[in-house]
């Protein structure tokens, strides 16, 4: 009775996480308590179930602890990779933006010189006009402006 004693104490103090570790402990006490008279086989077996039912569980615990150390493993592998895309994102995005600057300001100078080429057409060709094609133009201009005028009555 006093072996049966030290089994209950034991296992009122333990929890499920450490119920295995008394199991050697246990079948000790089990096997000094088999040499009385009494049957103690439903007792064996209820111990053993137990301590079966505690390694079962803790191996279970212990394959989905692994488990989660390895998804976790993976999503931090992830986040590095997502991480360095988005520096690389990131450098090519400064990278067209310097080039978008280059451009703007060719595009800037391209159209400076079309105005300037322009104007300098124009006073080529304002200065190749005789007396006469400006006499020409200016009674032309005379006749618009007039038009113009009727145009403006009329409404």
Do not use: H
Request: proline share 1%.
């Amino acid at each position: 009775l006093k072996l049966w004693t030290s089994i209950q104490r034991k296992l009122k103090g333990c929890t499920v996480d450490n119920v295995s570790d008394l199991e050697e402990n246990t079948k000790v006490i089990l096997e000094a308590m088999g040499g009385d008279d009494v049957d103690i086989s439903p007792l064996r077996n209820l111990l053993e179930s137990l301590f079966e039912l505690a390694t079962s569980y803790n191996k279970t615990r212990s394959d989905l602890s692994e488990k989660k150390v390895r998804e976790v493993s993976s999503i931090r592998q992830s986040l590095v990779t997502v991480k360095e895309k988005i520096e690389k994102f990131r450098e090519q995005e400064k990278n067209l933006e310097a080039l978008l600057e280059v451009a703007e300001k060719e595009v800037e100078e391209a159209k400076l010189g079309a105005s300037t080429i322009r104007k300098e057409y124009d006073a080529c060709c304002t200065s190749l006009l005789t007396a006469d094609d400006l006499a020409d133009l200016e009674k032309k201009k005379k006749y618009l402006e007039v038009m113009l005028k009727d145009l403006a009555n009329n409404k």
